[in-house]
């Protein structure tokens, strides 16, 4: 039978299709064989994510086991330098491996990245010099927001960052590794995958991985908690004793495993947020000017501004000129210390309002005037809070809290001088700047020795007269740390008195502050006075 001229074979003998639209023959069921789009884009996400291991996963692990060795349990010895220096260099590469710089952001710039490596450095080889647990806690938290910053620097343009865009993005930074928990595991596993070429997919040689990642999670979590059973029901001890299996651990081994998990917590914790910064997933949008009717700005800002002005006329009536006397059975000291907290607490509300205002209303005249007018007050204020701390410590002496409050109260005034300034200068930079001066200020204020500053101040102001039941003496033995010691030099019965209010914890102190781990110099000078 004949083939009309306009039909051609469908197919033939030797397994071939023929295709009307290409005129070519193409093997059997070739045609029936569509694009697998989801199968290519999960292909492209997997070689993405063992490239990530592939650059991150080493160096992740190295920080953390730097971390682990460097800072468990460890936070005020020579090793916090060493592990900052560490960190800087790890961060260096991790950014080589893309080829950015470790000091510029993403719009090229390098100065702000060099100011985060000198304060982050200047921070950690402070921690070395001290042995005061409030400095401690302040220059830790001082050094974690500052990391978290820069990192932030790095990866995010920060042009127009305020203070609320500036937390925004270190919470979500800091949230990361919650946020993508099964991140390096996923990667490890798509890593060795691609080295392999392994492209099976087979329900039975996944289950076999997952039950081997489920074990190694395992294992060392039963390390704490089997003893953590036993020692909460004897029962359940005397179950396993029997079956001559023994879960008790010295403290040398539960701290190697405490060291473990946080190497490993380290290495999780940084190779997400590495990774999500690279992959650009924080995102912060900058807030635009305000959109809000700035009547009603003007309206609660004129009256309060009204109540500001009379109050700082008295300030200048009562504290600043004494022109006036104060009511009776008042002395300055317990004036000046009666409403400090107070006033301190205003102030911060004062700033926060500017800030507020700035940011949801719409540009006015008025509104400025007021504003500015309110900050003058503020800074009226401020000075009646110093004022009055002074008064305070003129008669009852230095605490570090009364200290670190000058300080604070300083601070605040260079913040609002950058909120002043950002009312008259478009697109000043007032996050950047109050960063940097806060910090600056931070750094002088810990290198200055407060804590010796403040033993030295209280024996020169009490005199002769010191001795150890007098109310300073007390202070500086029970609340002032080692760095106070070179302090009492030439009093051998304060130094003598100091020795015994430490003699319960001197066992402690020399396994915290000694070794070549350990080692604290501010410790260590005391300890040439106290021998």
């Known amino acids: ?284 949008k900058i807030n635009d000017l305000g959109t809000k009717n700035p009547v009603i700005a003007i309206t609660f800002t004129g009256i309060i501004g009204a109540v500001y002005v009379l109050f700082c006329i008295i300030q200048l009536l009562y504290l600043f000129s004494g022109s006036v006397a104060l009511p009776e059975g008042y002395t300055y000291a317990e004036y000046a210390h009666e409403g400090f907290y107070q006033l301190l607490t205003v102030c911060i509300i004062n700033i926060v309002m500017v800030s507020v205002c700035q940011t949801f209303f719409k540009e006015s005249k008025v509104l400025t005037a007021l504003l500015t007018a309110i900050a003058g007050c503020t800074y009226i204020m401020i000075a009646s809070s110093a004022m009055r701390m002074i008064l305070y410590i003129g008669v009852y002496h230095l605490t570090f809290l009364r200290l670190f409050v000058l300080w604070f109260l300083a601070v605040l005034c260079f913040w609002l001088a950058f909120l002043i300034a950002s009312m008259y200068i478009k697109n000043f930079p007032v996050f950047r700047a109050g960063m940097v001066t806060i910090t600056i200020a931070f750094l002088i204020f810990i290198y200055s020795n407060p804590e010796y500053r403040i033993a030295k101040y209280d024996i020169e102001a009490t005199g002769p007269s010191i001795n150890v039941q007098s109310p300073d003496a007390s202070y500086i033995k029970w609340f002032l740390s080692y760095d106070a010691v070179p302090a009492l030099e030439g009093n051998e019965v304060l130094i003598y008195d100091y020795k015994d209010g430490r003699k319960d914890y001197k066992f402690d102190d020399e396994k915290k502050y000694t070794g070549l781990r350990r080692f604290n110099f501010s410790y260590h000078i005391a300890q040439k006075y106290l021998k």
Request: aromatic share 14%; charged share 15%; net charge neutral.
């Open 1 to 284: 039978m004949e083939t009309q001229n306009n039909q051609m074979p469908q197919n033939n003998n030797n397994g071939y299709e023929y295709n009307g639209q290409t005129g070519n023959y193409t093997p059997v069921g070739a045609m029936q064989q569509p694009v697998n789009h989801f199968a290519i884009q999960a292909a492209a996400v997997q070689k993405e994510s063992a490239e990530h291991f592939k650059k991150y996963g080493i160096l992740s692990a190295i920080f953390g086991l730097i971390y682990s060795i460097c800072l468990y349990n460890n936070h005020s010895s020579i090793t916090y330098p060493v592990f900052m220096l560490c960190a800087l260099i790890i961060l260096k590469l991790v950014r080589g491996k893309d080829g950015l710089s470790l000091i510029a952001d993403c719009n090229g710039k390098k100065g702000l990245g060099i100011f985060y490596v000198v304060s982050l450095m200047l921070l950690s080889v402070h921690r070395c010099l001290t042995t005061s647990f409030t400095l401690a806690f302040w220059e830790r938290t001082a050094i974690f927001m500052l990391f978290f910053s820069y990192i932030i620097y790095l990866y995010v343009d920060t042009t127009g960052f305020s203070i609320g865009e500036w937390l925004i993005g270190l919470f979500s930074t800091v949230i990361k590794p919650f946020e993508h928990f099964s991140r390096p595991f996923s990667d490890f596993v798509a890593h060795v995958k691609l080295k392999n070429n392994d492209v099976d997919t087979s329900e039975k040689k996944k289950t076999i991985r997952a039950v081997l990642i489920g074990i190694a999670i395992a294992v060392p979590m039963l390390l704490v908690i089997v003893p953590l059973l036993c020692s909460a029901d004897m029962v359940f001890k005397d179950v396993l004793t029997t079956i001559n299996i023994d879960f008790s651990i010295t403290e040398e081994i539960y701290h190697t495993i405490m060291m473990v998990f946080t190497a490993v917590f380290v290495f999780w914790s940084s190779y997400t947020i590495i990774t999500s910064m690279i992959a650009k997933e924080l995102k912060i």
